[in-house]
């Protein structure tokens, strides 16, 4: 293999990395309370984990940089963007009642940590197995609704719960039906996300309640899709 094609696929592994980066670029932000900045790297780590697949599967990765497992540096980073950093965030901004924010944060990294290590997290049919710890869409949403502490912990403990239910949750750009649909929506919900963090602290409620639509039907058709699945591909075992 020549040097060029081993120096490129090691460069998507570093650039895999880099959303760890990200990961440690919010803690200051989350410390000064200003959620703003710390959502718009937790923003530019999702866009590194949305495009390295395509960059990895483009330089052929599992070929020219074979000692490096792509699949396990993902889960470390995405570990750190998607479920760490909005806990600590959400800890900082006092989110949950007094005294429950420790057990609520630890219900959150255990279940997610566990998720994370099931065998069958990603299906060979492109499904994700229970809840994908997005806690970084579930943190903005708190953030940005500012409901009340008790509110907030009981939005926490049912994602939590859906950690553990084995309801296949769909890859958006890879599923078998309304493939084109749910590519475009994904990507004006990105938008709307973005306008929302954009305008935190005061966040227009038109604006909050329409971006709803998007997890609502991704949530719906999973479900639905995940009820037409070959029983094969359905996991329930203990």
Known sequence: MSFVRCAAA??????????????????????????????LWLSLAVIIDASDGALARLVRVREHAPLIDGARLDDIVDYLTYVLVPVLLLLEAGMFPAGWGALAASAVLLASALGFARRDAKSADHFFTGFPSYWN????????????????????SLFVVLVFVPIGYVYPSQIPTLRLLTVAWCAVWGIQVLAIIWALPDVSRTLLWSSLAFPVYYGTLSIVLHTHRPRIHRSGAC
């Open 10 to 39: 090691y460069a998507v592994h570093v650039y895999t990395a880099s959303g760890a980066l990200c990961a440690l670029a919010a803690l200051g932000p989350i410390t000064r309370h200003d959620s703003r900045t710390a959502f």
């Open 137 to 156: 869409v579930v943190a903005l949403y708190l953030v940005a609704f500012e409901w009340s502490p008790f509110t907030n912990m009981l939005v926490v």
